[in-house]
T-cell receptor, first 110, second 111 residues
Framework: KNEVEQSPQNLTAQEGEFITINCSYS?????LHWLQQHPGGGIVSLFM???GKKKHGRLIATINIQEKHSSLHITASHPRDSAVYICAVFTNFGNEKLTFGTGTRLTIIP | DTGVSQNPRHKITKRGQNVTFRCDPISEHNRLYWYRQTLGQGPEFLTY????????KSRLLSDRFSAERPKGSFSTLEIQRTEQGDSAMYLC?????????FGPGTRLTVL
């Protein structure tokens, strides 16, 4: 079992729909990142969370430390949101390292 | 450009050859990570440096793989006797604290 699990693996939606991507982790963490990866490989960090909720434009990220669960929401989705969204955690035991989920491929259809 | 850079961006090699990739992190970042990503998968951890010390190596990093960060600045990842299964995107990231910045990756194709 992976230390970081994401669901769904693939998601196709119509433009304008509300999108939710989920991330569950099984290890102790000091921080969680939501990352965006476009075709061609470039990875950009969208959010870093250690508690609560963060919002940036149409993106909202939440984390529940007790339940070891985080969600990424996209409101009013747009075709330019099409990308792979990856959850990654900094583990807090021993040497910190960033461990990734397998990603969610999001396709928004006009 | 003050971001993380990786060279080369693409490498095609024949099975059995050795390859070396370079990562130049953001200058004040003390942590440097190497990851490998195959198609349809999230990045997999390979190894991690804090300054010049290699603190952790993944079991994925066989004896054919070696990484160095000699002066705590740039890092190199060498793969000896490449195999077709080594074909992947090799990603480097650097951080000071817990906010990583990623390089564009080096795509390796082993024929």
């Amino acid at each position: 079992k992976n230390e970081v699990e994401q669901s769904p693996q693939n998601l196709t939606a119509q433009e304008g729909e509300f999108i939710t991507i989920n991330c569950s982790y099984s290890v102790g963490i000091s921080a969680l990142h939501w990352l965006q990866q476009h075709p061609g490989g470039g990875i950009v960090s969208l959010f870093m969370l250690s508690s609560g909720k963060k919002k940036h434009g149409r993106l909202i990220a939440t984390i529940n430390i007790q339940e070891k669960h985080s969600s990424l929401h996209i409101t009013a989705s747009h075709p330019r949101d099409s990308a792979v969204y990856i959850c990654a955690v900094f583990t807090n035991f021993g040497n910190e390292k960033l461990t990734f989920g397998t990603g969610t491929r999001l396709t928004i259809i006009p | 450009d003050t971001g993380v850079s990786q060279n080369p961006r693409h490498k095609i090699t024949k099975r059995g050859q050795n390859v070396t990739f370079r990562c130049d992190p953001i200058s004040e970042h003390n942590r440097l990570y190497w990851y490998r990503q195959t198609l349809g998968q999230g990045p997999e951890f390979l190894t991690y440096f804090q300054n010049e010390a290699q603190l952790e190596k993944s079991r994925l990093l066989s004896d054919r793989f070696s990484a160095e960060r000699p002066k705590g600045s740039f890092s190199t990842l060498e793969i000896q006797r490449t195999e077709q299964g080594d074909s992947a995107m090799y990603l480097c990231a650097s951080s000071y604290g817990q906010f990583p910045f990623f390089g564009p990756g080096t795509r390796l194709t082993v024929l």
